[in-house]
């Protein structure tokens, strides 16, 4: 059964600190998106790639956080340094370009102290 | 105003009964309409898709989307315990997964 696979699944960190979040997306989609979950503003779309090169990223704080795509299986999200308002939950979701069914993995909770 | 507005309830009813969810929307070059359910501690799962304004069904399900207004609504009929779930509206302009806009979610309580 197809998945998009998130690690960790819950991460705990001081501010300062920084954190790497993981994404493999379903074989053969060649989209991947980021997006940040708060109660507050809902999700967020944080950078999206297609084919592996970058597409938008004008969702992320790019003086902290960078996304990136070293492979077609691996997807990285890094925030350095981490503040306390970066707490929130990081899903990663891949898709064929072209559909509209995007297929999310479960998160990351991050909480940064 | 927020390009999509979304109740975020909690919305409580009871086993058996329909269920009404909705969203309006800002954007008219939105073409292509999305329901996605959110179990706790999950990531979002697809539940409906539209293109076209009137209605869609799929089982206890049924989108409907009224272009005209720029609002969206999902029934859910025979409503059960395991529909208890935040339930996302999505909106697209292009047609494609590029460049989806959620609306926060309305948190559904289904009671037995």
């Known amino acids: 059964d197809a998945r998009v696979t998130q690690t960790p699944r819950h991460k705990v960190t001081e501010m300062g600190q920084e954190v790497t979040m993981r994404c493999q997306p379903i074989?053969?989609?060649?989209?991947v998106f980021w997006y940040r979950q708060t109660m507050m503003q809902g999700l967020e779309l944080l950078a999206y790639f297609r084919n592996r090169a970058p597409l938008d990223d004008s969702g992320m704080p790019k003086d902290r956080f960078s996304a990136e795509m070293p492979d077609a299986t691996l997807a990285t999200l890094k925030i350095q340094p981490s503040e306390p308002r970066d707490s929130a939950v990081y899903f990663c979701a891949s898709g064929d370009s072209g559909r509209e069914k995007l297929f999310f993995g479960s998160g990351t909770q991050l909480s940064v102290l | 105003q927020k390009e999509v507005e979304q109740d975020p309830g909690p919305l409580s009813v009871p086993e058996g009964a329909i269920v009404s969810l909705n969203c309006t929307y800002s954007?008219?070059?939105?073409?292509?309409f999305m329901w996605y359910r959110q179990y706790s501690r999950k990531g979002p799962e697809l539940l409906m898709y539209t293109y076209s304004s009137g209605n869609k069904e799929d089982g206890r399900f049924t989108a409907q989307v009224d272009k005209s207004s720029k609002y969206i609504s999902l029934f859910i009929r025979d409503s059960q315990p395991s529909d208890s779930a935040t339930y996302l509206c999505a909106i697209d302009s292009g047609g494609g997964a590029d460049g989806l806009t959620f609306g926060k979610g309305t948190h559904l309580i289904i009671q037995p």
């Open positions: 954007n008219s070059a939105f073409q292509y």
């Open positions: 074989l053969g989609h060649n989209t």
